[in-house]
């Protein structure tokens, strides 16, 4: 993984975590998951030296999404996401109302992401992997020894599955095909701290079989 840079960029009131990937020798960088305070994530790019080539959306909350329109308004990059959270990303600025709060609405989704398709960022590809439950079009981001997980799967806990359009079983599934990963995986959260796939079927009684998602 040499080259490949990663930074976790927590903003917005929810505290979601945007990763900054940068690929030095490319001088290529993505923004996976903006999901708020855009000039902040722009001068992050810039501080980097690399050009940013789009954005990857793991799924479309409006905390996932809320710094999408203003990134793609300084550098107009495509935005990779899964067609199922179309009603999310549509409904952004709706859905943020709900919480008190204020988004934008992203723009069209550019380029639409399935299981088995490929995303590049310079020398570095990851495998994409439709994960539903806590959003029916949620994918996670797999390759490197890393697993960039979304709301899927945190250090000690899961995503919510008591939201509209969650799957219970859905997540449950989607949480035993990430438990396949190897251990050293470092999993990349939507919200808190790192942590690895083998810390997680070790620990987390969501993989380890104690607990299964709400209404499951």
């Not at 723009?107 to 399935?114: D, F, G, K, M």
Request: aromatic share 6%.
């Amino acid at each position: 993984m040499a080259g490949l840079r990663i930074q976790q960029l927590t903003v917005g009131p929810l505290e979601e975590n945007c990763y900054l990937l940068a690929d030095s020798e490319s001088a290529q960088a993505v923004l996976v998951d903006p999901g708020d305070e855009p000039d902040r994530l722009l001068a992050a790019v810039a501080d980097t030296g690399c050009a940013l080539t789009g954005i990857w959306l793991t799924h479309g909350h409006f905390d996932h999404v809320g710094g999408v329109a203003g990134v793609v308004r300084a550098t107009k990059v495509p935005i990779l996401a899964h067609p199922a959270d179309h009603l999310f990303h549509a409904g952004a600025a709706d859905q943020a109302a709900r919480w008190g709060l204020v988004v934008e609405n992203p723009p069209p989704i550019t380029q639409e992401l399935a299981e088995g398709q490929t995303v590049t960022l310079g020398r570095f590809t990851f495998d994409v992997w439709h994960v539903p439950g806590h959003a029916p079009g949620h994918v996670a981001f797999i390759g490197h020894g890393l697993c960039i997980s979304g709301d899927v799967l945190f250090a000690g806990s899961i995503g919510r599955t008591d939201l509209p359009l969650c799957d219970p079983s859905a997540m449950h599934q989607s949480l035993m095909r990430l438990a396949t990963l190897e251990p050293a995986t470092r999993v990349l959260p939507g919200h808190g701290v790192m942590t690895t796939i083998g810390r997680e079927v070790a620990s987390n009684p969501f993989l380890s079989g104690a607990a299964r998602p709400i209404g499951a």
